[in-house]
């Protein structure tokens, strides 16, 4: 792996970084490395890393230097291609598979882009397979792009409308963790729509959850709201409830790692209390998911994996000190044991829409069968916007 910074060779088509435009992920004009934004770093560095092998790869998904349900995604299909330029015969393949979908357990986008790879290259002759897998890895992480750019046009009206209910002030809208452009290959999720409301003169206002313990919110969609010029706020996890109480939250906005086909969202911990809280203030709450995030075969969100985390990550806190150096202190006592959950989720009752590619519908069964009939039959309750 390298750190040396990088153009990407793909423009970027919605956010810029000091003015330059980025993806989160950008293949290597050699076709025999990717490139990644190192999210381990920010917001004090801006680093660009090569990756060269599998093992690279599955690292940097393990240890969150790449982040985010469509990205781990966009990720894994480079580290198969990278897999089979070094050996391309079915036992090869099957253990890069292995490899890559042991690295993070909740989200579903990892296995999808993993199968869908797999499936493609399993029939070639194995000196095709690397090319083929390399190509494919570029078509998953251009449709990504697709699908957010289209969550971004789809959630747009939900945030001009309630520009029109308030035309002298900005919309506010509170999201929690990160499900921006550095969680995806680009636009991101649930900034798609805000994104898109600012690019269009569409005055907003972002409370941005610190989202502890590894402060997505705070190190990684401050940031890129910042370099984006979108105004926004930082706040502790535990104040969305009170400024819901107080009036100063339109719309509750997030992402997903992965959502079953009732309609239930695994999202980073805390998204369930700030769902429980936007119900009892009538805030509506919705989540932003690519088709690649729901998990066709899932009945129920109690049974979605929830990933258990190190403990450091509690226990320890990564800052700018004040002489300018980056330093990490501890914040637990020592020996006092410590629980690190990844995720929680909120059942579908508690979710006002899921933003789609192809539309918003009702977090349920009905709604997301009514806009993915090839999926999950045909039924079609619960459209709110074709």
Same mark, same amino acid.
């Given at each position: 792996?390298?750190?040396?910074?990088?153009?990407?060779?793909?423009?970027?088509?919605?956010?810029k970084v000091n003015g330059v435009p980025y993806r989160s992920i950008f293949p290597d004009g050699d076709r025999r490395s990717v490139r990644i934004v190192d999210q381990t770093v920010l917001p004090h560095e801006f680093r660009i890393l090569r990756l060269t092998d599998v093992e690279g790869v599955a690292r940097?998904?393990?240890?969150?230097?790449?982040?985010?349900?469509?990205?781990?995604? %966009?990720?894994?299909?480079? *580290?198969? #291609?990278? !897999?089979?330029?070094?050996? +391309?015969? =079915? /036992?090869?393949?099957?253990?890069?598979?292995?490899?890559?979908?042991?690295?993070?357990?909740?989200?579903?986008?990892?296995?999808?882009?993993?199968?869908?790879?797999?499936?493609?290259?399993?029939?070639?002759?194995?000196?095709?397979?690397?090319?083929?897998?390399?190509?494919?890895?570029?078509?998953?992480?251009?449709?990504?792009?697709?699908?957010?750019?289209?969550?971004?046009?789809?959630?747009?009206?939900?945030?001009?409308?309630?520009?029109?209910?308030?035309?002298?002030?900005?919309?506010?809208?509170?999201?929690?963790?990160?499900?921006?452009?550095? %969680?995806?290959?680009?636009? *991101?999720? #649930?900034? !798609?729509?805000?994104?898109? +409301?600012? =690019? /269009?003169?569409?005055?907003?206002?972002?409370?941005?959850?610190?989202?502890?313990?590894?402060?997505?919110?705070?190190?990684?969609?401050?940031?890129?709201?910042?370099?984006?010029?979108?105004?926004?706020?930082?706040?502790?996890?535990?104040?969305?409830?009170?400024?819901?109480?107080?009036?100063?939250?339109?719309?509750?906005?997030?992402?997903?790692?992965?959502?079953?086909?009732?309609?239930?969202?695994?999202?980073?911990?805390?998204?369930?209390?700030?769902?429980?809280?936007?119900?009892?203030?009538?805030?509506?709450?919705?989540?932003?998911?690519?088709?690649?995030?729901?998990?066709? *075969?899932?009945?129920?969100?109690?049974?979605?994996?929830?990933?258990?985390?190190?403990?450091?990550?509690?226990?320890?806190?990564?800052?700018?000190?004040?002489?300018?150096?980056?330093?990490?202190?501890?914040?637990?006592?020592?020996?006092?044991?410590?629980?690190?959950?990844?995720?929680?989720?909120?059942?579908?009752?508690?979710?006002?829409?899921?933003?789609?590619?192809?539309?918003?519908?009702?977090?349920?069964?009905?709604?997301?069968a009514s806009l993915f009939p090839e999926r999950a039959g045909a039924r079609t309750e619960g459209v709110t916007r074709p």
């Amino acid at each position: 792996m390298s750190g040396t910074l990088s153009r990407p060779i793909l423009p970027a088509v919605s956010v810029k970084v000091n003015g330059v435009p980025y993806r989160s992920i950008f293949p290597d004009g050699d076709r025999r490395s990717v490139r990644i934004v190192d999210q381990t770093v920010l917001p004090h560095e801006f680093r660009i890393l090569r990756l060269t092998d599998v093992e690279g790869v599955a690292r940097a998904i393990s240890e969150m230097q790449v982040r985010g349900a469509p990205l781990i995604g %966009a990720a894994a299909a480079y *580290g198969l #291609a990278l !897999a089979l330029r070094r050996s +391309a015969d =079915d /036992a090869a393949l099957a253990r890069a598979r292995e490899l890559l979908l042991s690295t993070r357990p909740t989200a579903v986008n990892l296995r999808w882009a993993l199968d869908r790879v797999s499936e493609a290259v399993r029939p070639l002759a194995p000196e095709g397979r690397a090319e083929a897998a390399y190509r494919l890895a570029g078509e998953i992480a251009e449709g990504d792009v697709e699908r957010n750019r289209r969550i971004g046009e789809h959630g747009l009206p939900l945030i001009r409308a309630l520009a029109a209910r308030h035309p002298d002030r900005p919309v506010e809208i509170l999201t929690h963790c990160n499900a921006g452009w550095l %969680a995806t290959v680009d636009w *991101g999720t #649930a900034t !798609a729509p805000i994104y898109l +409301a600012h =690019d /269009a003169g569409v005055s907003v206002h972002v409370w941005v959850d610190e989202t502890r313990p590894r402060n997505q919110g705070a190190s990684l969609t401050a940031w890129e709201l910042g370099h984006h010029g979108v105004p926004h706020t930082v706040i502790v996890d535990n104040a969305g409830g009170h400024l819901m109480q107080r009036g100063r939250v339109d719309l509750c906005l997030v992402g997903t790692d992965r959502t079953t086909a009732t309609g239930d969202v695994a999202n980073k911990v805390g998204t369930y209390l700030k769902a429980l809280a936007a119900r009892d203030n009538g805030v509506p709450f919705y989540v932003a998911a690519p088709s690649s995030s729901i998990d066709w *075969g899932l009945e129920d969100g109690g049974d979605i994996p929830i990933e258990e985390r190190s403990a450091e990550e509690v226990t320890r806190i990564t800052g700018r000190s004040d002489d300018g150096g980056v330093a990490t202190v501890s914040v637990v006592p020592d020996g006092s044991p410590v629980a690190n959950p990844a995720f929680d989720v909120t059942p579908g009752r508690l979710v006002t829409g899921i933003i789609t590619e192809r539309g918003v519908v009702q977090a349920s069964r009905e709604g997301l069968a009514s806009l993915f009939p090839e999926r999950a039959g045909a039924r079609t309750e619960g459209v709110t916007r074709p």
